[in-house]
């Protein structure tokens, strides 16, 4: 079956360590994004890559980094300068043959800071 | 720019009663506009979508929404609620176009149903 697929569901990190969350699809999809999702404030736009090797800034980019090597790959990696790194992450792609910006998303990460 | 809107971070319904969940945008040209579904603990899952056909959208487990450009309103209704409806949803606008795929969610809203 076809989707996006994202690891681990849960993580734990220590103040000042860098973590990376993976997110793989088999959707043949162009562009896929990073949302951060905190209670009562809906989703937030981190970073988004439309085409292979190439990438753009979201809202809140500030800590995080991304690369985008391969198609299928986007991960994410939140860095010890993100103040506040505690939420749920979710990746999602869209397809990039009409322009209705129909996202699917993975089942989400969700990072605990200790 | 665009934004959106939901009125009520909490809604509750009786089992067998109406929902309707309010959602309000703002944009600068003609909005795709969505509703999606979350699952504690999991990702977000398409209902429905406006892309300029029918002002009336129908989509998945009976739910259904309509676009008022008047109005700036694209409100989810379902006729009767269900046990299994009890999820937090949340509205969204994309400008579409090249934009694609960027798109500006709403707060959420939280539908308990009470047996």
């Known amino acids: 079956d076809g989707g996006i697929t994202q690891s681990p569901k849960y993580l734990f990190r220590k103040e000042g360590q860098n973590v990376t969350l993976s997110c793989e699809q ?16 809906g989703l937030r736009l981190i970073y988004y890559s439309q085409i ?32 506040n790194p505690t939420a749920f992450y979710l990746c999602a792609s869209s397809w990039s043959g009409g322009p209705t910006g129909e996202l699917f998303f993975g089942e989400g990460s969700r990072l605990t800071v200790l | 720019a665009q934004s959106v809107t939901q009125l009520g971070s909490h ?22 506009l969505f509703w999606y579904v979350q699952y504690p603990n999991q990702g977000l899952q398409l209902l429905l979508k406006y892309t300029s056909a029918a002002t009336l959208v ?9 676009f008022k450009k008047s109005e700036t309103s694209f409100h989810l ?34 539908l308990t149903v009470h047996p």
């Not at chain 1, 088999?26 to 951060?36: G, Q, V």
């Not at chain 2, 129908?58 to 309509?66: M, P, T």
């Open chain 2, 58 to 66: 129908k989509g998945i487990n009976g739910f259904e929404a309509e």
């Open chain 1, 52 to 83: 292979v090797n190439d990438f753009q800034k979201g809202d809140i980019a500030e800590g995080y980094s991304v690369s985008r090597e391969k198609k299928e790959s986007f991960p994410l990696t939140v860095t010890s300068a993100q103040k």
């Open chain 2, 11 to 32: 809604v509750s319904v009786s089992e067998g009663a109406l929902v309707l969940l309010r959602c309000n945008y703002s944009s600068s040209v003609p909005p795709y």
């Open chain 2, 77 to 110: 209704t379902k006729p009767s609620a269900h046990m299994s409806d009890a999820a937090e949803y949340f509205c969204a606008v994309s400008p579409g176009g090249t934009s694609y795929g960027k798109l500006t969610f709403g707060q959420g809203t939280i």
């Open chain 1, 26 to 41: 088999n959707l043949n999809h162009d562009a896929m994004y990073w949302y951060r999702q905190d209670p009562g404030q």
